[in-house]
């Protein structure tokens, strides 16, 4: 791995120099180019050139800006697999994979605001990843309604460096985060930069921003270092940072939920990709949910999903120590059920075989002290890892591969709670089968329905249904019910569990093209009174009716814009961040895929009726 002063290096040079508006191609043979061809085939190539794996083929990271791969490199998720590089061969792998010479990117002071804006939070903003407490993605004054949807045109546009991430709105500000680590609060009415921060790696989240009793609003997010930064939201200053897990692959991709003074931080691993290697010690990571004080970040308590301890269980075939029970990590937002005093968190897979109940999960935390009260598993022995063959039953396993493999179906969208029309609760959550859930929460999680919405698979992620007291809204992120077709709409009825309608996607030729061109449907819905919000990964967003699922409003993102801090933005696919409302504004981040769709994005759009 690059040095951490080697890594900073790299990114002071992208922060401090004016971009360019593209990279520059490499024509004719490059020494560099070459170089990296062979580092890419030697330490690369076996995940991303995989048929049918999860990783991105190179032919997609030919679509990036080299800055961006140098980044993965340095600071991002590739960060162990480029352990040992020199920083001229980091560059070189760069170059290779994009054919373009490294590029800089924004000026972060370009266009700043004349003033610092107001920060506040009412019933008006979107303050966090799912809206409320309960996660229900629902705003229901959103400024304008679903009869004027027609109307609805880009007002400006914000380049955003790097991979979109997911716009939250709480007075004048919006703030949005990167997978190149940079976070920015702009101003909601011109995009103009109130302030600018640089983290440490990635960031994957929505900020969440809760006011403190001293009345100060703090803005909250987690890096793939595991790190909780707290920032003044109306200056982007620092307040403080916690490391929440020392394990070396632990990361937060989930956002934080702030309630009552208490940040809420979902923990997840690296561990079912690092354990590939059959020389990784696999696995001693236990997925939590930790609570800090919001006015200090010490930890007041940490739940593991996992109530067993780790221990040694066999030596693999490659000789190396493996362990368990493992796995069960938390990909999103906790959910905070007040009335009954209790955390709500969706796990992941597991690692390794060992049985344990927490795998593909609902689990509830007692708010107070952190205690597991209850686990509802709608999946036992989903032990996965990445690039491990499915064998029989009978055979023998090599490396750290489970003998048994699951099928990958993490609970990876928020539980949703949500009160019904007749008073009663119920608790909604996605999982990556393309199955949705209903759950009981004064049942210990009982399961009320499970419906299908698509056929799922390994990395497709219903990454945030919607609901309103009727019903939940969920996108289909991979192939639909009917053979052939991709993506599509739901309304589940909440009580029952049936679906009222469904709606497949439509199948327009892509901005880009027909290389790549998909129309599934991966990122969490926003919701509206009258309608629902979904985009897909051929770059438009369509409004549908809440009623009949008829599409009420299809704008394709796929464009070119004069951005207001004086780049272009790039409009491209849309992928698992959402798209927020409020004070009559939608924001849409759009190019934001980081699968196989082509289209590179970087735009963040402010959507008002009639473009005022």
């Given at each position: 791995?690059?040095?951490?002063?080697?890594?900073?290096?790299?990114?002071?040079?992208?922060?401090?120099?004016?971009?360019?508006?593209?990279?520059?191609?490499?024509?004719?043979?490059?020494?560099?180019?070459?170089?990296?061809?062979?580092?890419?085939?030697?330490?690369?190539?076996?995940?991303?050139?995989?048929?049918?794996?999860?990783?991105?083929?190179?032919?997609?990271?030919?679509?990036?800006?080299?800055?961006e791969i140098l980044y993965t490199l340095t600071n991002g998720e590739m960060r162990k697999q480029a352990a040992g590089l020199t920083?001229?061969?980091?560059?070189?792998?760069?170059?290779?994979?994009?054919?373009?010479?490294?590029?800089?990117?924004?000026?972060?002071?370009?266009?700043?605001?004349?003033?610092?804006?107001?920060?506040?939070?009412?019933?008006?903003?979107?303050?966090?990843?799912?809206?409320?407490?309960?996660?229900?993605?629902?705003?229901?004054?959103?400024?304008?309604?679903?009869?004027?949807?027609?109307?609805?045109?880009?007002?400006?546009?914000?380049?955003?460096?790097?991979?979109?991430?997911?716009?939250?709105?709480?007075?004048?500000?919006?703030?949005?985060?990167?997978?190149?680590?940079?976070?920015?609060?702009?101003?909601?009415?011109?995009?103009?930069?109130?302030?600018?921060?640089?983290?440490?790696?990635?960031?994957?989240?929505?900020?969440?921003?809760?006011?403190?009793?001293?009345?100060?609003?703090?803005?909250?997010?987690?890096?793939?270092?595991?790190?909780?930064?707290?920032?003044?939201?109306?200056?982007?200053?620092?307040?403080?940072?916690?490391?929440?897990?020392?394990?070396?692959?632990?990361?937060?991709?989930?956002?934080?939920?702030?309630?009552?003074?208490?940040?809420?931080?979902?923990?997840?691993?690296?561990?079912?990709?690092?354990?590939?290697?059959?020389?990784?010690?696999?696995?001693?990571?236990?997925?939590?949910?930790?609570?800090?004080?919001?006015?200090?970040?010490?930890?007041?308590?940490?739940?593991?999903?996992?109530?067993?301890?780790?221990?040694?269980?066999?030596?693999?075939?490659?000789?190396?120590?493996?362990?368990?029970?493992?796995?069960?990590?938390?990909?999103?937002?906790?959910?905070?059920?007040?009335?009954?005093?209790?955390?709500?968190?969706?796990?992941?897979?597991?690692?390794?075989?060992?049985?344990?109940?927490?795998?593909?999960?609902?689990?509830?935390?007692?708010?107070?002290?952190?205690?597991?009260?209850?686990?509802?598993?709608?999946?036992?022995?989903?032990?996965?890892?990445?690039?491990?063959?499915?064998?029989?039953?009978?055979?023998?396993?090599?490396?750290?591969?489970?003998?048994?493999?699951?099928?990958?179906?993490?609970?990876?969208?928020?539980?949703?709670?949500?009160?019904?029309?007749?008073?009663?609760?119920?608790?909604?959550?996605?999982?990556?089968?393309?199955?949705v859930y209903g759950f009981d929460p004064d049942a210990r999680g009982k399961v009320l329905w499970s419906v299908r919405v698509g056929?799922?698979?390994?990395?497709?992620?219903?990454?945030?249904?919607?609901?309103?007291?009727?019903?939940?809204?969920?996108?289909?992120?991979?192939?639909?019910?009917?053979?052939?077709?991709?993506?599509?709409?739901?309304?589940?009825?909440?009580?029952?569990?049936?679906?009222?309608?469904?709606?497949?996607?439509?199948?327009?030729?892509?901005?880009?093209?027909?290389?790549?061109?998909?129309?599934?449907?991966?990122?969490?819905?926003?919701?509206?009174?009258?309608?629902?919000?979904?985009?897909?990964?051929?770059?438009?967003?369509?409004?549908?009716?809440?009623?009949?699922?008829?599409?009420?409003?299809?704008?394709?993102?796929v464009a070119t814009y004069d951005a207001v801090n004086g780049v272009k933005a790039f409009g491209g696919n849309l992928d698992g961040?959402?798209?927020?409302?409020?004070?009559?504004?939608?924001?849409?981040?759009?190019?934001?895929?980081?699968?196989?769709?082509?289209?590179?994005?970087?735009?963040?759009?402010?959507?008002?009726?009639?473009?005022?």
């Open positions: 791995m690059l040095t951490r002063l080697a890594s900073i290096s790299v990114m002071a040079l992208a922060l401090t120099m004016p971009m360019i508006a593209t990279a520059q191609s490499v024509n004719g043979p490059n020494p560099s180019a070459s170089a990296g061809n062979a580092i890419f085939a030697e330490r690369c190539s076996g995940c991303h050139d995989q048929a049918g794996g999860r990783a991105p083929p190179s032919s997609y990271l030919a679509t990036r800006m080299p800055s920083e001229a061969q980091l560059r070189d792998v760069a170059i290779f994979l994009t054919g373009r010479v490294i590029d800089v990117q924004p000026d972060p002071a370009a266009n700043m605001c004349p003033d610092a804006g107001t920060v506040k939070i009412d019933g008006k903003q979107w303050a966090s990843w799912g809206h409320d407490i309960h996660n229900t993605r629902f705003e229901n004054e959103p400024g304008f309604t679903a009869a004027q949807l027609p109307r609805l045109k880009v007002k400006w546009s914000f380049a955003l460096p790097g991979l979109t991430g997911v716009p939250v709105v709480a007075g004048d500000h919006v703030f949005i985060s990167s997978r190149m680590g940079k976070v920015f609060s702009i101003s909601a009415e011109t995009g103009c930069t109130f302030w600018s921060y640089v983290a440490g790696s990635p960031v994957r989240n929505a900020i969440a921003i809760g006011a403190l009793p001293n009345g100060k609003h703090v803005a909250f997010f987690g890096d793939q270092n595991a790190i909780v930064h707290a920032l003044d939201a109306a200056t982007g200053k620092e307040l403080w940072n916690r490391q929440i897990d020392d394990y070396p692959g632990a990361r937060i991709v989930g956002s934080i939920t702030f309630y009552d003074g208490v940040v809420y931080a979902p923990v997840t691993s690296a561990d079912e990709v690092d354990a590939g290697d059959p020389s990784y010690p696999c696995c001693t990571f236990r997925g939590s949910v930790v609570a800090l004080s919001g006015a200090t970040g010490n930890v007041i308590w940490k739940g593991y999903t996992i109530q067993e301890p780790v221990k040694a269980t066999k030596v693999n075939d490659a000789g190396t120590q493996m362990f368990g029970p493992s796995g069960a990590g938390v990909w999103s937002a906790p959910t905070i059920d007040a009335k009954r005093g209790i955390v709500l968190v969706a796990t992941g897979d597991s690692y390794t075989a060992d049985a344990n109940d927490a795998s593909d999960a609902v689990i509830a935390f007692d708010i107070k002290s952190g205690k597991r009260l209850w686990a509802s598993q709608v999946l036992a022995g989903d032990a996965w890892i990445y690039l491990c063959p499915r064998k029989p039953p009978d055979a023998e396993t090599s490396g750290n591969c489970p003998k048994n493999m699951g099928p990958d179906f993490d609970i990876s969208s928020s539980p949703i709670l949500q009160t019904l029309q007749n008073g009663k609760d119920i608790v909604v959550a996605g999982s990556k089968s393309g199955i056929q799922g698979g390994t990395g497709i992620q219903i990454w945030g249904p919607a609901t309103d007291r009727r019903r939940a809204y969920v996108a289909t992120p991979g192939a639909g019910l009917k053979p052939g077709t991709d993506g599509g709409m739901s309304g589940i009825d909440l009580v029952s569990g049936k679906v009222d309608w469904r709606t497949e996607s439509p199948t327009p030729l892509c901005g880009w093209g027909s290389l790549g061109c998909r129309h599934t449907q991966p990122g969490a819905v926003t919701l509206i009174p009258g309608a629902v919000f979904s985009g897909s990964l051929d770059g438009h967003l369509r409004a549908y009716d809440t009623a009949t699922g008829a599409i009420v409003w299809d704008f394709d993102t961040a959402p798209q927020t409302v409020a004070g009559g504004t939608l924001f849409v981040n759009s190019g934001n895929s980081t699968l196989r769709s082509p289209r590179h994005g970087d735009a963040v759009l402010a959507i008002t009726l009639d473009g005022k």
